[in-house]
């Protein structure tokens, strides 16, 4: 793949390996050199009053008659590709998952997982798409182009985007590169790669995450259990 203008050294293995990879898989995100392979579902929320409610998606599924599974993807489990945009199931969940964007406290989970994982959790690099803005060294990767900055991993949480705007980093990972966090733009789920001790932390957690593969589909039409017509 090339890179182009001030390219940030930091993130050049990470451009390398996925430049190279199977457009629309998880290895076209997170380098397939890991051990293991994880897959966060951004939650959906309900609203109760004044609280969200985060709705996990094994639970709309069985609302739907749909079978969740480890490669289901929204439409698929919802039966419609409107429930990726403005609709909703009232009494179900409100919002859908957040396309491109890892609520802050599901990035929170994760990286408390994975701070014990690598011995360089206070050394992380952060990337986040600024639409240009800033004049500095960039990292150009098949689906976005991506400004780097350096903070310790307990920044995962931190929102990227100018207020009120809530916008998630789209790739992190540690010093040592013991790991890697995608989320991509067009996407409602997190992948990871990283050892196999720490993606089944990860499956242990209270969040919802299945194991991943280096090929598998990760497109919203790319689920082969509850197919949707196309869009």
Do not use: K
Request: hydrophobic share 45%; proline share 10%; with cysteine.
């Amino acid at each position: 793949m090339q890179t182009a203008g001030r390219t940030a050294p930091a993130g050049r293995w990470i451009a390398e390996a996925v430049g190279t990879a199977p457009a629309d898989t998880v290895a076209a995100l997170v380098p397939a050199r890991f051990a293991a392979h994880a897959r966060v579902f951004h939650p959906a929320v309900r609203y109760d009053g004044d609280d969200d409610v985060h709705v996990r998606w094994d639970e709309v599924a069985a609302a739907n008659g749909t079978t969740p599974h480890r490669l289901m993807q929204w439409p698929g489990i919802t039966g419609s590709w409107d429930f990726l945009g403005e609709d909703d199931q009232p009494g179900l969940w409100n919002d859908a998952p957040a396309e491109g964007h890892l609520a802050a406290h599901v990035a929170r989970e994760v990286a408390a997982v994975l701070a014990g994982h690598t011995a360089t959790p206070g050394e992380c690099w952060f990337g986040w798409d600024d639409e240009g803005a800033a004049d500095l060294p960039r990292l150009r990767l098949p689906r976005a182009d991506l400004l780097l900055v350096r903070a310790p991993v307990e920044r995962a949480d931190r929102n990227f985007a100018p207020e009120p705007r809530e916008q998630s980093a789209a790739l992190w990972w540690p010093a040592d590169r013991s790991w890697c966090v995608v989320t991509d733009p067009a996407l409602t789920s997190t992948y990871v790669g990283a050892s196999v001790a720490a993606v089944d932390e990860l499956l242990d957690s209270r969040l919802e995450v299945a194991p991943a593969l280096p090929g598998d589909p990760v497109t919203p039409d790319s689920d082969p259990v509850n197919p949707v017509d196309p869009r």
